[in-house]
């Protein structure tokens, strides 16, 4: 099991931007591809974007698509989402977690069932 633990939430201002990072705890962070999701007041838990344990292939949620972008440093055991030109209706508590299966790294998994540790979270709010 992977722990992680997300950072870099804040009130920012529309067309702002943003930087999350989640750090991963143990030795394995490589083998497992990794996710944001993100959960408005209100609504339930929607996928963000998706990349490869190598960092490589991604994949994006139609409505952050162009703006947000995922990427990671397995030297750091760390992955991030850069934010820009965040929308108020980019508000949500933003989690990242890993894919339920180590080494098992195929883009389509972007269900939240396809994940199997998640992070505590980190509030992002952006004003209009």
């Known amino acids: 099991q992977v722990q992680l633990v997300e950072s870099g939430g804040g009130l920012v201002q529309a067309g702002g931007s943003l930087r999350l990072s989640c750090a991963a705890s143990g030795r394995t962070f490589s083998s497992y591809a990794m996710g944001w999701f993100r959960q408005a007041p209100g609504k339930g838990r929607e996928f963000v974007a998706r990349?490869?344990?190598?960092?490589?292939?991604?994949t994006y949620a139609d409505s952050v698509k162009g703006r947000f972008t995922i990427s990671r440093d397995n030297a750091k055991n760390t992955v991030y989402l850069q934010m820009n030109s965040l929308k108020p209706e980019d508000t949500a508590v933003y989690y990242c977690?890993?894919?339920?299966?180590?080494?098992?790294?195929?883009?389509?998994?972007?269900?939240?069932?396809?994940?199997?540790?998640w992070g505590q979270g980190t509030q992002v709010t952006v004003s209009s």
């Open positions: 977690a890993a894919d339920s299966r180590p080494l098992w790294d195929v883009a389509g998994r972007t269900r939240i069932s396809d994940f199997g540790s």
């Open positions: 990349i490869s344990g190598s960092g490589g292939p991604t």
